[in-house]
């Protein structure tokens, strides 16, 4: 049979539509390649949706168009479905731009349709392949099941195996063995020495001759961690008066076996270099290689002028996305190891002679950070509050007081209960700006609304996101509209190859990080313009 014959008429109407909702604007902008596999994703989820509904009306046995009638139907759906696609893509790269203005972006002035229409038409057949493959595997199966069974526990028993043969051949074998690879790939570059990173002489750096970690084993984020930032010279020049270098401690992935020892490990090393010496004490969850973002932890040490320490330990190899897919629990376990040891000697000092202990996490550190206490815990002795910025939508603090919020405030900007705990803050309002009080103990999040990791959820699926409706966040495109599947795959395109600019989406800029940091910890003596100042410096 001609393989034009085979397809679904309903299958290609919704792919179409599917194909052309795709070419909408989500949160952040999007490159033409990455547009055309979630175009060809679309497309292929449409035809499949419309397959089901087609198949389900045979099965019911209700009437159907004649043969010729039907080539000729199919001959329609594929004009509409090509007209459908042009005007759609014609407005595409307006759509874009809508996107890009209010991030300050340079606009676009075409996109490429040719090359999108290219790549969404490979990936649908790839996955049509993939799904005829899947239809002769499921009636062999049944057929031979068939001679020992009824026939319909044949077709049961035959979609069961297929899917079983296929989650195995896929989970089992093509997805391990790349995992192992990156894994492999990731540990090898972790090891690899910088030649432009040379062992620190002073003894109170992680790594020197002194140091309880070597400096093999700090790994390659942890050399560059104790080795970058402001040191006592830039930060006394800038500041204009002696003010010490601020404290750095990192425990790589091979410095121990177990988290358990990694974070007893840290907390002998940080006392070692004087860490709870320090007025203010940062206890950072890093992301899932082991990165904590400079722009947060650089602006920290100016404001509080040197006076600082901060800690932290990595617990894998793996960017975030495939550190969150395979290594979840084991981020939750090490970022708890490491806050009960540092919380349990911390709690342990006179409390009129301790530092003030705070916790931060950007991305997956925000989530594992979250993860790493429990408030029935801490609630006789609390550490002072925590920074999480770009939380992700699995973080189960952020989801609580998201879900549970002020009613008239927004879901991409809540209040919650007057934020005498929790507050929230983006690039245009910051966490000061409330009428009420806010307590010692201070939980402060640092999101933006086009922030795909942040406001991703399956339930879109389905339905409409809270984050949505009227009003929108001030960063998100008036012209982005729900439609059901297609923006859960423009957000999880977003998510994995979304561009946005630092201020946008997942990029937090160093700006809004002085003023979280100002608001969450009031370091004294920060006069406006020396503010202004401090911003110069990290605008570039």
Request: charged content about 20%.
């Amino acid at each position: 049979m001609h393989p034009f014959r085979q397809l679904s008429i309903l299958g290609l109407l919704l792919g179409a539509l599917f194909f052309a909702f795709s070419l909408t604007p989500s949160l952040v902008p999007r490159p033409f390649h990455v547009q055309g596999i979630l175009s060809g994703l679309s497309f292929a989820a449409g035809y499949w949706l419309g397959f089901v509904g087609a198949w389900l009306w045979c099965y019911l046995g209700l009437p159907l168009p004649r043969a010729r009638l039907e080539f000729v139907l199919k001959l329609t759906a594929s004009a509409i479905c090509l007209f459908v696609a042009t005007v759609f893509l014609r407005q595409a790269s307006e759509w874009q731009n809508s996107v890009r203005v209010l991030m300050e972006m340079d606009e676009v002035g075409g996109i490429r349709t040719f090359s999108i229409g290219l790549i969404a038409l490979l990936v649908f057949v790839v996955f049509l392949l993939l799904a005829r493959l899947f239809r002769k595997t499921f009636v062999v199966l049944s057929e031979r099941l068939s001679r020992h069974v009824p026939h319909r526990v044949s077709l049961v028993l035959g979609v069961a195996a297929s899917v079983v043969l296929f989650w195995s051949v896929i989970d089992g074998v093509i997805f391990t063995l790349a995992l192992r690879a990156a894994d492999n790939s990731y540990q090898q570059l972790d090891i690899l020495m910088q030649d432009e990173v040379e062992p620190p002489d002073d003894p109170t750096v992680t790594g020197g001759a002194e140091s309880l970690i070597s400096w093999e084993a700090l790994g390659s984020r942890g050399r560059r961690f104790v080795t970058s930032g402001p040191d006592a010279p830039e930060l006394s020049d800038f500041l204009g008066q002696t003010v010490p270098t601020p404290l750095r401690v990192y425990v790589g992935l091979n410095a121990a076996e177990t988290p358990e020892e990694r974070a007893q490990l840290a907390l002998r090393e940080f006392k070692r270099v004087g860490g709870f010496e320090r007025s203010v004490v940062i206890l950072a969850t890093p992301t899932g290689r082991g990165w904590i973002d400079p722009a947060a932890l650089d602006t920290a040490e100016y404001l509080h002028r040197g006076d600082i320490a901060t800690v932290t330990m990595q617990y894998s190899y793996l960017p975030s996305p495939l550190s969150l897919m395979v290594e979840a629990d084991y981020g939750a376990e090490s970022a708890r190891a490491l806050f009960k040891a540092i919380y349990g000697h911390w709690s342990s000092l006179p409390a009129d002679d301790r530092p003030r202990l705070y916790l931060h996490g950007l991305s997956l550190g925000a989530l594992n950070s979250d993860r790493s206490f429990d408030v029935y815990d801490i609630i006789d002795d609390p550490f002072d509050g925590v920074l999480w910025s770009g939380p992700p939508f699995r973080s189960e603090t952020w989801s609580m007081v998201t879900r549970d919020r002020d009613p008239g405030s927004p879901a991409w900007l809540p209040q919650f209960r007057g934020g005498a705990v929790v507050r929230f803050m983006n690039q245009h309002q910051r966490l000061d700006n409330m009428d009420g009080a806010w307590g010692d103990f201070r939980i402060a999040f640092l999101q933006y609304a086009s922030d795909p990791v942040t406001f991703f959820e399956p339930a879109m699926l389905y339905r409409e996101p809270a984050w949505m409706q009227s009003p929108r966040g001030p960063d998100v495109s008036p012209e982005l509209r729900w439609y059901p599947v297609v923006t859960m795959l423009q957000l999880v395109a977003d998510i994995a190859a979304g561009q946005a600019p630092t201020g946008y989406g997942h990029e937090i800029a160093a700006r809004d990080y002085i003023d979280a940091w100002l608001a969450l910890t009031e370091p004294a003596d920060w006069s406006e313009t020396d503010l202004q100042r401090l911003r110069s410096r990290f605008s570039h």
